[in-house]
């Protein structure tokens, strides 16, 4: 094959400069197609992982009454310096886990808490120095007071009481008006006493007119 035959046939093989942009401009309407579709994956999976982490604690909470004369554990202090006893003490001794107090990335922002039950993969909120809860306990169960327990058989409507709940503050204890409004697909992760735990979209549990919690749901109750 002469020396001109072979460059026809290389030329008739190689991407002109038009044929090479129609590839790219197809390559990129398939990634804006893909890319929505990945991120709605992304988001369910970590919802998933977080409603697991919510009923990890409730499956400990309900273990906890049992073998504390049907007592719920003590909320703690809402500063989350409690060492002794409350949820954040109480319930990861019953999973085998160490307490809050001796988690590193509580107070330090450089370190990656990486999956556990503590930390909502959603919620990219880290230490602020002092603190980090990506969950918050129902003050209104035990009502007032760091120290108060009750009964979980006291609890009239388990399966629709909050307990835990997707924290959009930094308190370990709080209530309805500390609910994240933006972290599952525009609403929040909640576990309940009965041991399971659901997503709620924002408008079911937030007033965004008035800036404050609803407490006005009937699968969502926060005074028992």
């Not at 504390?68 to 319930?91: C, E, F, H, I, Q």
């Not at 002092?130 to 006291?154: D, E, I, M, P």
């Amino acid at each position: 094959m002469g020396q001109g035959a072979f460059n026809r046939v290389g030329l008739r093989r190689a991407f002109t400069l038009i044929e090479l942009l129609v590839v790219i401009g197809l390559i990129a309407v398939l990634a804006a197609l893909l890319l929505p579709t990945l991120s709605k994956a992304r988001s369910k999976a970590q919802s998933i992982s977080c409603l697991g982490n919510l009923r990890q604690w409730a499956l400990a909470t309900i273990l906890f009454a049992g073998d504390n004369r049907d007592l719920l554990p003590k909320d703690g202090s809402a500063s989350g310096n409690s060492t002794s006893s409350g949820w954040y003490v109480d319930l990861p001794k019953v999973m085998g886990l160490p307490p809050y107090h001796e988690m590193a990335w509580r107070t330090n922002a450089s370190i990656e808490p990486g999956p556990c039950v503590w930390i909502c993969p959603a919620n990219r909120r880290r230490s602020n120095g002092k603190t980090l809860f990506h969950y918050c306990l129902n003050r209104h169960v035990n009502a007032t007071g760091t120290g108060n327990q009750v009964r979980l058989s006291s609890i009239r409507s388990p399966a629709q009481t909050v307990w835990l709940f997707d924290n959009g503050g930094s308190a370990p204890v709080a209530q309805q008006n500390n609910v994240h409004t933006n972290l599952h697909a525009a609403g929040a992760n909640f576990n309940f006493l009965d041991g399971h735990a659901a997503r709620f979209r924002a408008p079911d549990y937030w007033d965004f007119t008035h800036g404050h919690g609803r407490t006005n749901h009937p699968d969502l109750l926060w005074i028992p």
